[in-house]
């Protein structure tokens, strides 16, 4: 896997007979091929191969979805679901590629969206340091 535009210095996996019950939060890329129930925050791009499944909110910069998900994602770049993927939640991201046979069911918003939700992130920071 080829580190995002952030210039990650490591990848974190979640091998395919792994199971992770909580939240994980990184400024890494992660690929998971095994089975996280919790939250995935990154600044980095999130890979869910073909066995993975992700059973909690994402939020990231990229993601390319083989597995599944189920429950809303926000992805501040390029959203990707591959032929195998399977999404049952919402989508806000800036853009999205659906390849043919992916399954999804859920709504989507683009665009405009991504910049109100990093304006909201970026007044919040200065409130918390004022």
């Known amino acids: 896997m080829k580190n995002s535009t952030n210039n990650s210095p490591s990848i974190n996996m979640v091998g395919k007979e792994t199971v992770i019950n909580g939240d994980v939060q990184s400024k890494s890329d992660i690929r998971i091929d095994g089975i996280l129930k919790g939250s995935v925050n990154t600044k980095g791009k999130l890979v869910v191969g073909s066995s993975g499944v992700v059973e909690g909110d994402v939020v990231c910069e990229n993601a390319d979805i083989s597995g599944e998900i189920k429950a809303k994602i ?3 770049q390029l959203l990707s679901l591959k032929s195998t993927s399977k999404l049952n939640g919402d989508i806000v991201t800036n853009k999205l590629s659906i390849e043919p046979g992916a399954s999804f069911s859920g709504s989507c918003s683009m665009g405009a969206v991504i910049k ?9 920071k200065q409130e918390k340091t004022a």
Request: charged content about 40%; cysteine-free.
């Open 116 to 124: 109100d939700i990093k304006h909201a992130e970026k007044q919040e």
């Open 74 to 76: 926000t992805v501040s």
